[in-house]
């Protein structure tokens, strides 16, 4: 077993890559991306899983704010997302905004939305930036 923390994983094996998502935009204050509604990311009555909508909300969030503080580490801390109703079409979008930019603290708003525009859920996460430490990769 590899040890934990450190180590790199290939996208297509971690949880963003089989899940399907799609970063499409990546600013310092903003941020867009997607995943397709297929039956990997649907639970067991078909609706869209609420896990896909959150971890959505939390890569979003994370890479946005790593790409304003590399060469510092950014991670997620909190998430809340509400469901607001089921998805219709092929694709979940989310966009999201920075809402606070601190030295150790970023918050993130994100909506989902559906192929419809109607939104179908909505996040809030909060991301902890943390000094690079030396060795670190």
């Not at 094996?13 to 600013?27: A, K, S």
């Not at 580490?73 to 607001?84: C, E, K, P, R, Y």
């Not at 179908?120 to 000094?131: D, G, K, M, Q, Y």
Request: charged share 25%.
């Amino acid at each position: 077993m590899p040890a934990v923390g450190g180590e790199v994983v290939a996208e297509a094996d971690c949880l963003d890559g089989v899940l399907g998502f799609e970063l499409l935009e990546l600013g310092s204050d903003h941020v867009v991306g997607r995943f397709p509604i297929e039956d990997r990311v649907r639970q067991r009555f078909g609706l869209v899983h609420g896990g896909a909508y959150a971890a959505l909300a939390e890569m979003l969030a994370t890479e946005a704010t790593v790409k304003a503080v590399h060469p510092d580490a950014a991670m997620g801390i909190s998430n809340d997302t509400s469901f607001l109703r089921g998805a219709r079409g092929k694709w979940i979008t989310a966009r999201g905004r920075a809402r606070h930019r601190g030295r150790t603290l970023w918050v993130w708003e994100l909506d989902h939305t559906d192929d419809e525009a109607r939104l179908c859920a909505v996040s809030r996460v909060t991301i902890a930036v943390r000094p690079q430490r030396v060795g670190d990769p």
